[in-house]
Structure formats: C-alpha cells, structure tokens
C-alpha cells in the first residue's frame, strides 16, 4: 500500500469529528403555531414557533420536554409589527404584500451590506 494512502487513512481515522445536526426523520410528528404563546402540552417531537413572539424560555421548556424547536422567521419581507421593524432602512422597503396591509418586500437591489444586517435580522 502506498505511504500516501496509509497516512491519509490514518488521518481520517484521527480527524476530529464533525458536529452532529438534528435533522428530522419519518417518524418526527410536527406542531406548528405562530400564535403565542406557544401551547407547550401537544404531543409532538417537533415545534415551529414564531421566533419574535415566543421567549428563550418557551424555547427552554421545549427543550426540557425533549422536544425539537424551528423558529419561523419571514426572511425578504419588512413587517411593521416586529421589534426590528425600526432598524430597517426606508430605502429597501418595497411594494406591499398583496392581502397583508403590514408587510412590505425588502427590495434587496437596493440595499447595501451594512443594510443587509437587519434584513437578515441577525440573531
């Protein structure tokens, strides 16, 4: 066998191992509710929760049950309803969501990196 291959082998055999990432399978059930708050008593292996209007501590409970949290966020639209609708820029917000009078698109062309920062409403 070849060094090359030997000591490449011998590298994957001590390489750090990648992290682990939760991915859902089959059998996962799901609840999904945007209201708040969150009722944390249905039994499901999964939640989708609204990230804004649930606290780090519906998450937590969650958690404690054994449950799986995905927070919902609207990425690529403005609503004038969420804690960071004041740190969007006027200048990137677009036309209006057809049937949703408090949502506007982000009108991404126009916005610049340091605008991008609350458009992707960094956590």
């Known amino acids: 066998m070849p060094l090359g291959l030997i000591l490449f082998v011998a590298g994957l055999a001590f390489a750090p191992s990648a992290p682990a990432y939760w991915t859902p399978n ?3 059930t799901f609840q999904w509710d945007l209201q708040a708050p969150v009722p944390t008593s ?3 292996s999964v939640y989708d ?9 519906v998450v937590a409970r969650l958690h404690s049950q054994r449950r799986h949290v995905i ?3 609207d ?11 004041s740190s969007y820029p006027k200048k990137i917000l677009g036309k209006p969501y ?9 009108d991404t062309p126009r916005s610049t990196r340091s605008d991008s ?7």
């Open 26 to 28: 089959l059998l996962d």
């Open 42 to 44: 249905v039994r499901a």
């Open 49 to 57: 929760i609204d990230l804004f209007d649930n606290s780090a501590s």
């Open 71 to 73: 927070c919902y966020i």
């Open 75 to 85: 990425v690529g639209s403005w609503e004038n309803y969420r804690p960071d609708a």
């Open 98 to 106: 057809p049937g949703y009078p408090d949502e506007r698109y982000v």
């Open 117 to 123: 920062s609350a458009a992707v409403r960094s956590l």
